[in-house]
């Protein structure tokens, strides 16, 4: 009996994963950024950014492991702070809230009074952001770089 329904479970799980396919979520702009808290220790920035999920299926972002850098310099990581649910097949914009933490800033410091005094400098971000879907997460890498000012 035990073995029977085994065969049955294993049966049903190779029929229903052939039809799970996983298409590219795509980000296709940055479309604003507001600092919510800036001070010595770091900032919080929320980015909200325009996302397509083509698939069938809802995506869960839950982590994050990303570096920072200010005219290309490094500036120190960033992690989102909450979990983000993107619905299937949409096209809309997510609003990302990003704890900085300026580890390694002091090499940064002229690109902030850049910023502050109405200046352009480029931002850069790297490293991967974690997606699940039932259950199953894959690390997605991201390279961003734009010119921005305050």
């Not at 704890?99 to 931002?123: D, H, M, P, Q, R």
Request: proline share 3%.
């Amino acid at each position: 009996m035990f073995l029977k329904s085994k065969i049955c479970l294993w049966l049903l799980m190779a029929t229903l994963s052939s039809c799970i396919t996983y298409k590219e979520v795509e980000m296709t702009g940055v479309e604003s950024y507001k600092i919510e808290r800036f001070d010595a220790r770091g900032a919080e920035i929320e980015v909200v950014v325009r996302v397509a999920n083509p698939n069938a299926y809802k995506i869960k972002v839950t982590h994050s492991d990303l570096d920072l850098y200010l005219n290309g310099k490094p500036a120190g990581k960033a992690t989102i702070k909450k979990k983000i649910v993107m619905p299937r097949q949409s096209d809309m914009s997510h609003s990302f809230i990003i704890a900085c933490n300026f580890s390694e800033l002091a090499g940064g410091v002229g690109s902030l009074v850049t910023l502050f005094t109405g200046g352009k400098i480029v931002f850069e971000t790297s490293g991967w952001i974690k997606a699940k879907a039932f259950g199953i997460g894959k690390k997605i890498p991201i390279d961003y770089s734009d010119k921005i000012s305050l």
